[in-house]
């Protein structure tokens, strides 16, 4: 309260375009004077001194930092629940998970507690929660919006920082807070200012649905979303199947072996003190000691699959605008396991596999907008991930807000059933 009576007294020309405007922070972030735990009991009641870039950011465009959005531990899986503050169940149904990792962020934004939210997404932790919470997200392309400058910066290139808002409009200006270089951080993407209003009569996108048979989905998943998908019909647009447009495996196996040796990067110092490694979950566990079995000849194998994928991505580029998923494989389940361990009879042989569905855009940086897709049988949300080459984000942004105007979401709730 004090800083927003202080915020009060700001001259008008002094104001920044978040100023005022309550804010709770994803708690992967540091923030000075706030608690800090990324969902850790190594880390709980650990108040930083100084902010990281993404909060302070945030604090220069004028926004006051009420509080954290809650993680799963270091953000791993899609399901927000730690030893420290427990879990954060999705505001459709009190039973159900809200996703994660950025799960806090999307319950907060879908429940009024927050205007605007900040997310991160390595495994779809912008797109799961948004889908499952009604609202939108931008995951952009990779390198608009600078990693935290510390530790290796060269090789990581699978996860991001992003908005999470009600509308597009909102996503595009927490964007233009958050993008921008740092003269600390590498490879770097300029981001022009947005302009969101767009005839997007004759653009095309193609509806990957499940992968040609490939991706496992629970019953309702590609119905509702292919329903939605009808509204981009009446705008004028395109929208037609795609087949499988690369080995799903591949991109499997290429993600997995990327994403052990980003962990084992970042968590390997927790894990080789015995006091730490207690403390961590099994998954951080697993995730460090895959990583520190890979060999450089599995590295360079596995880049250049992703180089390859991305190669199919611009080919792809030149008939469709964006390519449709679904944001993900199930509907929010049971907020007291810890992963769905199978999906329509097929068994997950690990604890994200059942998150398979995300890995195409994560996995070569690519820009995506989710956009809520409508409600299931059970009145669960569930959302479309528009995505395109890097460099789409505009575009993407603008098919956003085009389906915002047209289908008014996120204010629809589900159908009330009848007695």
Same mark, same amino acid.
């Given at each position: 309260?004090?800083?927003a009576?202080a915020a009060? %007294?700001?001259?008008?020309?002094?104001?920044?375009?978040l100023?005022?405007?309550?804010?709770?922070?994803?708690?992967?972030?540091?923030?000075a004077?706030?608690?800090?735990?990324?969902?850790?009991?190594?880390?709980?009641g650990q108040?930083?001194e100084?902010?990281?870039?993404?909060?302070a950011?945030?604090?220069?465009?004028? &926004?006051?930092?009420?509080?954290?959005?809650?993680v799963?531990?270091?953000?791993?899986g899609?399901?927000?629940?730690?030893?420290?503050?427990?879990?954060?169940?999705?505001?459709?149904?009190?039973?159900?998970?809200?996703?994660?990792?950025?799960?806090?962020?999307?319950?907060?934004?879908?429940?009024?507690?927050?205007?605007? &939210?900040?997310?991160?997404?390595?495994?779809?932790? !912008?797109r799961?929660?948004?889908?499952?919470?009604?609202?939108?997200?931008l995951?952009?392309?990779?390198?608009?919006?600078p990693?935290?400058?510390?530790g290796?910066?060269?090789?990581?290139?699978?996860?991001t920082?992003g908005?999470?808002?009600?509308?597009?409009?909102?996503?595009?200006?927490?964007l233009?807070?958050?993008?921008?270089?740092?003269?600390r951080?590498?490879?770097?993407?300029?981001?022009?200012?947005?302009?969101?209003?767009a005839?997007?009569?004759g653009?095309?996108i193609?509806?990957?649905?499940d992968?040609?048979?490939?991706?496992?989905?629970?019953?309702?998943?590609?119905? @509702?979303?292919? &329903? %939605?998908?009808q509204a981009?019909? &009446?705008m004028g647009?395109?929208?037609?199947?795609?087949?499988?447009?690369?080995p799903?495996?591949?991109?499997?196996?290429?993600?997995?072996?990327?994403r052990?040796?980003?962990?084992?990067?970042?968590?390997?110092?927790?894990?080789?003190?015995p /006091?730490?490694?207690?403390?961590?979950?099994?998954?951080?566990?697993?995730?460090?000691e895959?990583?520190?079995k890979?060999?450089a000849t599995?590295?360079?194998?596995?880049s250049?699959?992703?180089?390859d994928?991305?190669?199919r991505?611009?080919e792809?580029?030149? @008939?469709?605008d964006?390519?449709?998923l679904?944001?993900?494989?199930?509907?929010?389940?049971?907020?007291?396991?810890?992963?769905? /361990?199978?999906? %329509?009879?097929t068994q997950?042989d690990?604890y994200?596999?059942w998150m398979?569905?995300?890995?195409?855009?994560?996995?070569?940086?690519?820009p %995506?907008?989710?956009?809520?897709?409508?409600?299931g049988?059970?009145?669960?949300p569930?959302?479309?991930? !528009?995505?395109?080459?890097?460099?789409?984000?505009?575009?993407?942004?603008?098919?956003?807000?085009?389906?915002?105007?047209? @289908?008014?979401?996120?204010?629809?709730?589900?159908?009330?059933p009848?007695?």
């Amino acid at each position: 309260m004090a800083e927003a009576r202080a915020a009060d %007294a700001v001259p008008q020309v002094q104001r920044g375009p978040l100023h005022g405007m309550p804010m709770a922070v994803k708690d992967l972030v540091a923030t000075a004077g706030i608690p800090t735990s990324q969902g850790s009991p190594i880390f709980a009641g650990q108040v930083p001194e100084r902010d990281d870039l993404l909060a302070a950011r945030l604090r220069a465009a004028g &926004a006051i930092l009420i509080g954290k959005t809650n993680v799963p531990e270091f953000g791993l899986g899609s399901h927000s629940t730690n030893p420290v503050f427990g879990v954060t169940r999705n505001p459709y149904d009190l039973t159900r998970t809200a996703g994660g990792s950025s799960g806090g962020a999307g319950a907060a934004l879908a429940t009024g507690m927050v205007w605007l &939210a900040d997310g991160s997404d390595m495994m779809g932790s !912008l797109r799961n929660p948004a889908g499952w919470t009604n609202v939108y997200s931008l995951r952009p392309s990779w390198g608009v919006i600078p990693a935290e400058p510390q530790g290796e910066m060269m090789l990581h290139q699978l996860s991001t920082d992003g908005p999470m808002a009600r509308c597009p409009a909102d996503l595009a200006l927490l964007l233009s807070v958050m993008a921008g270089p740092d003269p600390r951080v590498p490879n770097v993407r300029p981001l022009d200012p947005v302009t969101l209003e767009a005839d997007v009569r004759g653009r095309r996108i193609g509806w990957l649905a499940d992968w040609g048979g490939a991706l496992p989905m629970e019953e309702g998943i590609l119905s @509702t979303c292919a &329903a %939605a998908l009808q509204a981009f019909g &009446a705008m004028g647009c395109t929208v037609e199947p795609v087949p499988a447009p690369f080995p799903r495996e591949a991109l499997w196996d290429s993600w997995r072996i990327l994403r052990h040796l980003a962990v084992a990067g970042r968590l390997g110092a927790l894990y080789d003190d015995p /006091k730490t490694r207690a403390l961590l979950k099994p998954a951080a566990v697993w995730e460090v000691e895959e990583g520190r079995k890979l060999t450089a000849t599995d590295i360079l194998a596995a880049s250049a699959i992703r180089s390859d994928w991305y190669r199919r991505v611009a080919e792809l580029a030149e @008939t469709y605008d964006a390519l449709a998923l679904p944001t993900a494989q199930v509907w929010p389940f049971d907020a007291d396991i810890d992963w769905p /361990k199978q999906i %329509a009879g097929t068994q997950m042989d690990t604890y994200h596999r059942w998150m398979e569905v995300v890995v195409p855009v994560s996995l070569a940086g690519l820009p %995506a907008v989710t956009v809520p897709a409508g409600f299931g049988p059970e009145g669960l949300p569930i959302g479309l991930q !528009l995505f395109g080459l890097r460099g789409a984000d505009e575009s993407l942004l603008q098919l956003a807000e085009a389906w915002h105007r047209v @289908t008014a979401a996120p204010s629809r709730r589900p159908p009330v059933p009848q007695a």
